[in-house]
């Protein structure tokens, strides 16, 4: 859990001639393969054209050269890299992982350092992120860095980890056990498994529950192309409640509010207890209602803290929920049924609509990209002419549609914006 939060810090420092490397990530064999075939050819050229040769290649290309140069004629445990070097090895381990940067660096062995290299630079040149701690102060100092305003949104949510016991030499603690949470905080306690002796050791091991969820909350500042940070992560097994996610949000926002950082909003999925803890915070006990409407529909509004489910697990709800084969949806009377799409994938080509019988099954819930395809326009417009009666998945995807726009679209002015909604 330390080396992924560790690479959620580390992705917004890098130098700018990595800005364009996310897109040559996704061909990872095109990358290997280019990248090993210039170092081959580099290496061809003799001393006098060297000056000529380097004056062509890109920055990248041109210390990928410089450094296989300097290496190649030495032993393994005598090669030498730069930062650079190390940076560009650091940003490909961490988002392409572990397989594709071996098989890189086997590529350019002399051009880039091993794996255990590169774990030691980014232990080294990182400040360490304690499981469990919120890191407001880490925060200010990224956002006043970039110069973004004191104002967040953060989201969270949970992953299936592979349950593991660590050693933390910085912390002296025994990490991987579940956490307990402060019942007044809501936030887990640090420092809950320490390695004192070999007997507290043994404890921990009997005792303690291994924790099989990461818990990440993210903090996304006002800017669009500024990565979100990694504000807290811990590990947990799930099991904590509603009141204990409030009790934590309310800690996180006082924490937050000292060092002057505003909590805009907060969002997460469709967990049970996150959705509880929303209704509870924008639906008090005894609001002020206008006395046409009932207390279901008073959302409170002294609080400024927006509370909203992730849309596209409310979108991926919406195409799983029409994708079962047994659900028909009735709408005034017509009705929304899978079987409208099913008719147009089967007898329209693909060209025209763009799915595919894939992207219509329920395997695969958090398949977002078939939501979109879906939901589009061309969908609707081919249900129009090929399906008749079809009117009631026609508005179904409409509103799926609406929602995605509502949300996600950019470009869309305010009032715009609010129509969808």
Partial sequence: MQHHTVGQTLLTAYYPLLTSIDAVIAKQNDLIDSLSNYCKDLIQYNVESKDSVLSNLSFLLRILYESAQKNVNKHVKGHRYTEDIYMFASY??????LMFYENLQAMLCDALPNVSRVKKFVAKTQDSVQEGALRCAELKCYLSARNLPLKIWLSEDGTRIV?????DVKTNQIVGHVLPLSVSLG??????????????IAKHVIEGELASIAYVVMAQPLCVST??????????NNKFTGEDVSRRWATTKTELSKLGIEVLGISGDGDAKVLKAMRAAMFPPNPVCPPLLS??????TADPVTMIQDTIHLLNRFKTRLNKASIVLPFGKYLASSSHLHIIVKNVSKTVHGLSEYDLT???KMNFDATVKMCSTRVVDTLKEHVPSSNGTQVYLDLMKKIEGAFLDPSLLPLQRV???
């Fill in 187 to 200: 936030i887990p306690i640090l420092d809950s498994f320490p390695a004192t002796s070999a007997a507290m």
């Fill in 163 to 167: 349950s593991k016991l660590k050693y």
């Fill in 419 to 421: 129509y969808n909604m």
């Fill in 295 to 300: 207390e279901w529909y008073c959302c409170d």
């Fill in 92 to 97: 490909v381990y961490l988002t392409a992982g």
């Fill in 227 to 236: 990565p979100p940070f990694c504000l807290q992560i811990f590990g947990t």
């Fill in 362 to 364: 329920k395997e695969d």
